[in-house]
């Protein structure tokens, strides 16, 4: 069963970069059945996309964040990262890595399974 | 970006309720459209895509339907493991987007 767990620091200063590594198990990160992503939450509300990554490298990024957002890939360690520039406070937010499913028989595609999330807080 | 939004924001049910929550998406997105309940303090769970298509292990009290720009999420019977925010998704077009969630809560 695949299982993702997010790790990272939970307290970053103001303008400086948020980073956060997701570490897959139970499965390969290079299966083509999945892009792999970050997915955020503020406090009290709603979910937003930030960007995908497939295992080839190949990246998708929200275009209201594209300018601060870094995903990479690493797959000898089944890892994927984010790196979030020039923070502020209202990046302060629950951030989970996701598996974006995409079967091969279906033009459908959803978000299973998640991490746990891990809280960042953005403040001095 | 397609802009997704959830009726009503919050509903008070009881036990046994049948509830229904609306999503609407502001273009055509077919069938596009993936359901998630989330509980305090956890991830979101997946429990419809394909707008409809059930995914494994989730009861089936719940159900999803719709096509286009409007659609359903059913629960038959509610159940007290039931009372949490509900998110729809659409997944015809990146940037994937949410609507804002459907809390529901005890009456």
């Known amino acids: 069963q695949l299982q993702l767990q997010e790790s990272g620091p939970g307290l970053v200063k103001p303008s400086e970069t948020l980073s956060l590594t997701c570490t897959v198990s139970g499965g390969s990160i290079s299966s083509s059945s999945y892009y792999w992503g970050w997915i955020r939450q503020p406090p009290g509300k709603g979910l937003e996309w930030i960007g995908s990554?497939?295992?080839?490298?190949?990246?998708y990024y929200n275009p209201s964040l594209k300018s601060r957002v870094t995903i990479s890939v690493d797959t000898s360690k089944n890892q994927f990262s984010l790196k979030l520039s020039s923070v502020t406070v209202a990046d302060t937010a629950v951030y989970y890595c996701?598996?974006?499913?995409?079967?091969?028989?279906?033009?459908?595609?959803?978000?299973?399974?998640w991490g746990q999330g891990t809280l960042v807080t953005v403040s001095s | 970006d397609i802009q997704m939004t959830q009726s009503p924001s919050s509903l008070s049910a009881s036990v046994g309720d049948r509830v229904t929550i609306t999503c609407r998406a502001s273009?055509?997105?077919?069938?596009?459209l993936n359901w998630y309940q989330q509980k305090p303090g956890k991830a979101p769970k997946l429990l419809i895509y394909g707008a409809s298509s059930l995914q494994s292990g989730v009861p089936s009290r719940f159900s999803g339907s719709g096509s286009g720009t409007d659609f359903t999420l059913t629960i038959s019977s509610l159940q007290p493991e039931d009372f949490a925010t509900y998110y729809c998704q659409q997944s015809y077009s990146s940037p994937w987007t949410f609507g804002q969630g459907t809390k529901v809560e005890i009456k």
């Open positions: 273009q055509s997105i077919s069938r596009y």
């Open positions: 990554i497939y295992y080839s490298g190949s990246t």
């Open positions: 996701a598996g974006r499913v995409v079967p091969a028989a279906s033009l459908y595609n959803w978000f299973d399974p």
